[in-house]
């Protein structure tokens, strides 16, 4: 990042090489404050390690994810294994339909 080796990178902000490198790949998430830092360090904006980020983006994975996991908080109330099952069961079906649908769409589409 700007020219500095994850190693002196590491070093800068007071980590391990194998921590800059797990912030790197994501394994590990940057809190705010440590976000701070590096960006004070690099001299930079905390804004600049948002660029790129579009706002349309920003918007609809949000409502995806509030989605996905109201669904999960849902899905885990559900005591009864079978009633699991069946609703599991729907999502995979429903999911093949979508699939096959796409598929057969595309083939017209092809066709044409």
Do not use: W
């Not at 090489?17 to 590096?38: D, M, T």
């Amino acid at each position: 990042m700007l020219g500095y080796t994850q190693q002196q990178l590491a070093e800068m902000i007071g980590v391990t090489y194998q921590q800059a490198h797990k912030y790197e790949r994501g394994i590990n998430r940057v809190s705010a404050g440590r976000l701070y830092e590096i960006a004070e360090v690099l001299d930079v904006p905390v804004g600049y390690f948002y660029d790129g980020l579009g706002a349309k983006a920003d918007k609809e994975a949000p409502q995806r994810q509030r989605m996905c996991l109201e669904l999960a908080r849902n899905f885990s109330m559900i005591k009864n294994d079978r009633h699991q099952e069946a609703l599991s069961q729907l999502a995979r079906a429903l999911a093949a339909s979508e699939s096959a649908a796409a598929e057969s769409s595309a083939e017209v589409q092809a066709q044409d």
